[in-house]
């Protein structure tokens, strides 16, 4: 089944953590698969996996079984995963794990900078990125002084400025207010990128995604949309 | 936490280039550190005082942080004399102190301070990032910038998550006594703390390594050279190679 609009493929894959055999995997022959232009909620209870299933697609942990296939390559390695995360930005569930330079300028450049740009290209990025958060002038800050709404734009930033073609967002509105979320769901919204958000946020994923899925005993399923969110929202 | 307080003025030495002073520093340190003469170590403190003055900081900070560096000290002031061998000058019950063990106790102590203060007229009047970009632009090794920027960005954070842990525990009764429960609760806060300091370079890795990460980092400030860095460069060079003249000169 060759099929170039499909940007993730997982097939039976199982992932559990090492010296936790008394337990269950945390995924357990899971099936998965998102098209280009997909916009996928995705749901489950705490410790239900989906960090670990993010991992597992930008290849930070590999399954104990099963086959992962991102834009049409099976990826098994180390070096297969480097053009995956070049293509596809994983926001993290803590900002503060992904902010690690001193000033914004140069955590937004980073990313660019060791995809081979030059500093003049990736100067350039960097400040359009920012326009389009409306981050302008955020550029000499302090990423430790940022308040937690800052850090999670400028998180966002980050991975945006890789120019990726599908994201990821682990809890993006965790601990955001209100005012930041609808910033989020706007960018989100005016944006023509594949995405993939895991959420506690009913209404979040309710305003960004077209199909939900919940993670439940390590694997996925379609969650009734009129079950989980009283309105109707056409699937494609 | 206060990293960056003197870094904030807007004197000659805070808006000197932050290589010349780095520079000057290291060279400073090291000639008053080797030296034994007390002309040339009158004229260091003269000199540090001098940059502190022209520096403008506020001097209950300043004295604040020479109290710290002085307590050491003052543990030096209570066994170099009387351990150091030579002539006796004064006993107290059965401790016999020597001239030489003062001699001693009184160059560390002039030393140290004159040291100090030109570090906190030179160096902690640079911003703590920006001296992380002036060091890597001397040509420190990538490594020991790393290093240094990874401590200032997460040193922050992991005293916040000690604070945390420390209200946790406060909020359920925990009041430090001088019994097994206390050693043992602490110890449980410094384990933990290692272990999420842990965890959390092992994220920060993640992060990077999602983002391209392999090795390398880029620097994007530079800084220029103008002519009054020149003329300070200059000029303070001749001032600390007079003040190893002094010292070698005693030698001769």
């Known amino acids: 089944m060759v099929n170039s609009d499909v940007v993730i493929r997982l097939e039976g894959v199982s992932f559990g953590y090492p010296g936790d055999q008394s337990r269950r995997p945390v995924l357990d022959d899971l099936h998965l698969q998102i098209n280009r232009g997909d916009r996928v909620g995705l749901i489950g209870s705490n410790g239900s996996g989906k960090t670990t299933l993010f991992h597992l697609i930008m290849g930070l942990l590999y399954p104990t079984q099963g086959e992962i296939e991102v834009f049409g390559e099976k990826r098994m390695q180390e070096k297969d995963f480097r053009e995956v995360r070049a293509k596809i930005g994983l926001l993290f569930q803590d900002s503060d794990d992904q902010l690690f330079c001193p000033t914004v300028a140069e955590d937004v450049a980073f990313g660019p900078l060791n995809l081979g740009k030059s500093q003049e290209e990736a100067t350039a990025i960097t400040q359009g990125v920012l326009k389009d958060l409306g981050l302008e002038g955020f550029g000499d800050r302090v990423t430790y002084k940022l308040s937690g709404g800052e850090k999670r734009l400028v998180a966002l930033a980050t991975i945006l400025a890789m120019q990726p073609e599908v994201l990821i967002l682990d809890e993006p509105s965790a601990g955001l207010d209100v005012e930041t979320v609808d910033l989020l769901v706007n960018i989100l919204e005016s944006s023509d990128l594949t995405y993939l958000i895991a959420s506690h946020n009913g209404d979040l994923l309710e305003r960004t995604s077209q199909i939900v899925y919940r993670l439940n005993g390590g694997k996925v399923i379609r969650e009734n949309r009129d079950l989980a969110f009283p309105s109707e929202i056409g699937y494609c | ?252």
């Open chain 2, 1 to 252: 936490m206060h990293l960056d307080n003197f870094a904030i003025g807007d004197s000659f030495l805070h808006r000197a280039d932050p290589r010349v002073k780095v520079v000057l520093a290291a060279l400073f340190s090291v000639v008053v550190a080797l030296a034994d003469d007390y002309a040339c170590l009158t004229v260091a403190s003269c000199v540090a005082i001098t940059l502190l003055v022209v520096a403008r900081l506020s001097l209950k900070q300043v004295l604040l942080r020479l109290l710290a560096v002085n307590t050491f000290i003052l543990f030096l002031w209570l066994f170099l004399p009387f351990t150091y061998g030579g002539e006796e000058i004064l006993s107290i019950g059965p401790f016999n102190a020597t001239r030489e063990g003062i001699a001693y106790a009184s160059l560390i102590t002039i030393k140290s301070n004159a040291i100090i203060l030109a570090l906190i007229a030179l160096i902690a009047t640079i911003p703590i990032i920006t001296l992380g970009h002036a060091l890597s632009h001397l040509r420190v090794p990538d490594k020991l910038i790393h290093l240094f920027f990874f401590t200032v960005r997460y040193l922050q954070l992991l005293h916040l998550e000690y604070d945390r842990l420390r209200d946790a525990m406060r909020i359920r009764g925990f009041r430090p006594r001088s019994n097994l429960h206390t050693y043992k609760s602490l110890a449980y806060l410094i384990g933990m703390l290692l272990i999420r300091s842990f965890d959390r370079a092992d994220r920060i890795r993640k992060a990077m390594v999602c983002r391209g990460f392999h090795g390398k980092f880029y620097l994007l400030s530079h800084f220029e050279l103008n002519r009054s860095d020149m003329a300070m460069l200059v000029f303070m060079m001749l001032v600390i190679s007079g003040m190893a003249a002094l010292q070698w000169l005693t030698r001769m």
